[in-house]
């Protein structure tokens, strides 16, 4: 059964970095698409980013274009998520999430970790 673990979270103030890890278990890692949600208090879950299985194509939210960048390392089943510049308005708990099928194009994610929460302070 495949398992993901996100970890990295904390307390960071405006302008701060931090990198998210997502760790992957169960299953052919390097097959799968993998992305980055997030639900900030009050509000439905977002999404933030993704990379295809292939690792050529990532596509991300506009809110953080240009600020967080989306990686994979299949050798060590894991996903990250670097996050700079980083705004109030990005506190939320952020997901790491899996598709249920093999060669995706990040259009089902069915697949979720437990999350972890980044706060942002002003």
């Known amino acids: 059964q495949v398992r993901l673990v996100e970890s990295g979270g904390g307390l960071v103030q405006a302008g701060d970095s931090l990198r998210l890890s997502c760790a992957a278990s169960g299953r052919a890692f390097s097959r799968y698409t993998m992305a980055w949600f997030r639900r900030a208090p009050g509000k439905e879950r977002e999404f933030v980013a993704q990379m295809l299985w292939s690792g050529r194509t990532t596509r991300y939210a506009d809110s953080v274009k240009g600020r967080f960048t989306i990686s994979r390392d299949n050798a060590k089943n894991m996903v990250y998520l670097q996050m700079n510049s980083l705004k109030p308005e990005d506190t939320a708990v952020y997901y790491c999430?899996?598709?249920?099928?093999?060669?995706?194009?990040?259009?089902?994610?069915?697949?979720w970790g437990q999350g972890t929460q980044v706060t942002v302070s002003s």
């Open positions: 999430a899996a598709e249920g099928s093999a060669y995706g194009l990040g259009t089902e994610y069915n697949i």
